[in-house]
């Protein structure tokens, strides 16, 4: 599986990745993220010592560690603004305490887990990728921004299994998180067979907040990739479309378009195409309707 989990957004048409649907099913386009698999990024972190720097204009971050894949020992971050010493501690975060294992952030093609970007207005962001292990769990990122003069604070966020590419949105000067909606892993279907749809998230005043409805151009894109995901399953017969189905639903509705979405839907059941292989009673009607509730209760 390819390493770059999510599209350039300097690029014309946007990459996208591939999302494995079991019992043989084609592999799909799509613009959410799976995560890496453990040999993946086993293979691709150093055991023993390791060290890694960034820097952008005056502030410069070091990470160190030790340890072999996947238990790290000491991490320790510092970070420094114009020679001064703004934040220098252990690493822990709240899904693995002190065992997170540092990962680059999605799509930074450097192999170095720590960013120092522009997240918001002021002084450079540090950005740290961790990883907690495990078959399907769990990407996290810290953003260590300045809370005063003199000292730098900590943020951090669970992404789960998408994890997170840094990128600078249209019309913006600014970096921000592109990943996609975990929440809707498990959902209706199997991990694999789950459709996760785009999600936006803006970093400022140390918190995260949804802006995925800024951008109807990325959120039809993704859309698209998941209706010919759905297209794809029916034309192969493939008995598990609920997953992707559910993503371009909640596509839609972040575009406004709910009656003709649901319109769509009852088609589709109408004509015996909505199915899950985990779990059998969840189809035609019955899966529209506890799609639309999932989709009010989530904010769609």
Known sequence: MSTQLFPDLSAPQPTVR????????SRFSCVAAIALSLTTIAGAV??????????????????TYQGSYPEPHGTTMTITNAGHVVYHGAVTAAMCGKLCWPQPTGGSGTGNPIRVVR???????VVLGLYSAGAHCCFVEEVFAPQSPSTYAKTEINLGDPGARLETLPGSPYVALLTADDTF????????????????????????????????KLIRAD??????????????????SVGVIAAW???????????????????QAAAGHLHSLLNPSVKGVVFIT?????LQHQGY
């Open 119 to 125: 997240l918001q207005a002021g002084s450079p962001d």
């Open 249 to 267: 639903a909640a596509d839609e509705y972040l575009l406004g378009r709910v009656g003709a979405a649901d319109q769509f839907l009852h088609q």
């Open 185 to 216: 892993a498990y959902a209706f279907t199997d991990f694999a067979a789950s459709g996760l749809p785009i999600k936006l998230l803006r970093f400022q005043n140390h918190r995260f907040t949804n802006v995925t409805r800024q951008y109807p």
């Open 223 to 240: 859309a698209n990739q998941w209706l010919s995901a759905f297209y794809a399953q029916k034309s192969s017969r493939y008995q598990d």
């Open 46 to 63: 150093p055991a023993s010592a390791a060290t890694y720097k960034a820097s952008l204009g005056t502030v410069s971050a070091t990470l």
């Open 290 to 294: 506890q799609l639309q509730k999932f």
């Open 18 to 25: 591939r999302s494995r649907l079991r019992r043989g099913a």
